[in-house]
């Protein structure tokens, strides 16, 4: 079956860092994408990792190792504008399609 | 550039009545995706047309259909509407079938009572 998981919700505080996790189980894999959603808004595209490795980019990185089927979000410097859902979706090989997790919440604290 | 439209915002209709949603991609993408969202459930795979065929469909009953016009618009028809089909419909465009970045419409919220 095709299973992603990212915890529900987390809580950080302003100016610090925070890593949001997702793993996965899905019969294929092409890429794997984060994507932000604030509350009443579509979805904003982040990052997407094919290869295994840290893509850095500005305050937020993303990590893949398709070997352990995990994935990491990495936001630094927390700015209050960076409360909102972190949603996790694996590509897969075969038509593209994109599988979803559940999204994390996350909350910035002052 | 304007973004993806999504039409109407809001909708309210009651069970077994059905519904049309519409959907303009960015100009230039072929591709347009449908997903529904609901709390604590993740995006759900609906649908994904690419030059007026349809190439994927997700796990939905045959209430839940689409079409995409010459023009990339994409329209989406649910039929005998239930009340778990509340839910945030979200309509996402990309270049190519296979393009990696969608951009998202800001999604049509369906109130079924």
């Known amino acids: 079956g095709q299973n992603i998981d990212q915890p529900t919700e987390m809580t950080a505080t302003e100016g610090a860092i925070v890593q949001i996790n997702c793993t996965y189980q899905?019969?294929?894999?092409?890429?794997l994408f984060w994507y932000q959603q604030h509350a009443g808004e579509a979805p904003t595209f982040l990052s997407y990792?094919?290869l295994d490795g840290l893509e850095e980019k500005g305050r937020f990185s993303s990590f893949l190792s398709r070997s352990k089927g995990y994935s990491y979000l990495l936001l630094k410097e927390l700015q209050m504008k960076d409360s909102a859902s972190y949603l996790c979706?694996?590509?897969?090989?075969?038509?593209?399609?994109?599988?979803w997790g559940a999204g994390t919440k996350l909350i910035i604290k002052p | 550039k304007a973004g993806v439209t999504q039409t109407p915002r809001y909708l309210i209709k009651t069970r077994g009545q059905q519904v049309t949603l519409s959907c303009s991609p960015i100009s230039g993408h072929r591709s347009v995706s449908w997903y529904q969202q609901t709390p604590g459930q993740g995006l759900q795979f609906l649908f994904e047309?690419?030059?007026?065929?349809?190439?994927n469909k997700g796990n939905f009953p045959g209430r839940f259909s689409g079409r995409q016009f010459s023009n990339s618009r994409s329209e989406m028809n649910v039929s005998t509407l239930e009340l778990g089909d509340s839910a945030l419909y979200l309509c996402a465009s990309s270049l190519e079938r296979d393009s990696y970045e969608q951009y998202f419409g800001p999604g049509t919220r369906l109130t079924v009572t």
């Open positions: 899905t019969s294929g894999f092409n890429g």
């Open positions: 990792n094919v």
């Open positions: 979706a694996v590509e897969q090989d075969s038509n593209y399609q994109l599988i």
């Open positions: 047309y690419f030059s007026e065929t349809q190439r």
